[in-house]
């Protein structure tokens, strides 16, 4: 029996297309593959980030006496220490107003705003900076060169202090879980209870923010520390 050209060739074209399809399958599998990896390295990378805390420095355990705020002997003393172009503190001073509608008239709060002794007015006129003085029964004062953030041990943005009526400290630390989350956490939580009388179940949290001193003089080049 004899075949003709156009009887085989299609059975030869149908052959010859099989490693085409092979190799096609292959590549899809490996891009595939490869940007699983990729997804999984940047949720990693990015979980890392949000829960790595900054540096705290020498806390003290009685108000400083170097400092120059007007300390009230009333009522608790709360202090936040602030670096003005930190994207990460938003979520500290949201956490501190929902703090502050819930303790009225219970604490004296500032928020002392890092400000180096040569920068301009505009170094501190933020969206941060605006949001803080919308906040009823806050002070907010700037803070040349960075002294009462040393006085009090503070070298990360969005270090929270309180102290009792007698100057002693009561809390150290952070108040949001991680890095720019807004939402229930231990340094509220404890801040809270301290105000109300009430053991905490923590009394210092770690700090999520720009570091302080670093970037006292670089502009508005702050970054939260990677």
Known sequence: ??????QVSPRLRS????????????????????WTVAVAFGL???LAYESTPGTVGAVPRQWPSTSQIER????????????????????????LAELMARTQGKVDAYVLFLKPRQSSIEW?????????????????????????????GAETSGHTLLFDLDGRLLFSGGITEFRGHV?????????????????????????????????????????CPK
């Open 15 to 34: 052959f010859s297309l099989q490693p085409r399809r092979t190799k096609t399958l292959f590549v899809t599998a490996l891009l595939g593959l490869a």
């Open 72 to 95: 009230v002997t009333d009522r608790p003393t709360l202090v936040m220490l602030v670096h003005p172009r930190c994207p990460c503190t938003r979520a500290s001073v949201a956490e």
């Open 1 to 6: 029996m004899e075949y003709s050209l156009l």
């Open 124 to 152: 501190e006129d933020t969206d941060l900076q605006r949001s803080v003085a919308a906040i009823p029964s806050v002070t907010l004062l700037s803070d040349v060169d960075g002294v009462e953030a040393r006085g009090f």
């Open 44 to 46: 990693r990378t990015l």
């Open 183 to 223: 939402g229930d956490n231990t340094g509220v939580r404890a801040i809270e209870s301290l105000i109300n009388g009430r053991a905490p179940a923590r009394t210092a949290t770690s700090v999520f923010g720009c570091a302080l001193a670093k970037h006292s003089h670089e502009g508005d080049k702050a970054l």
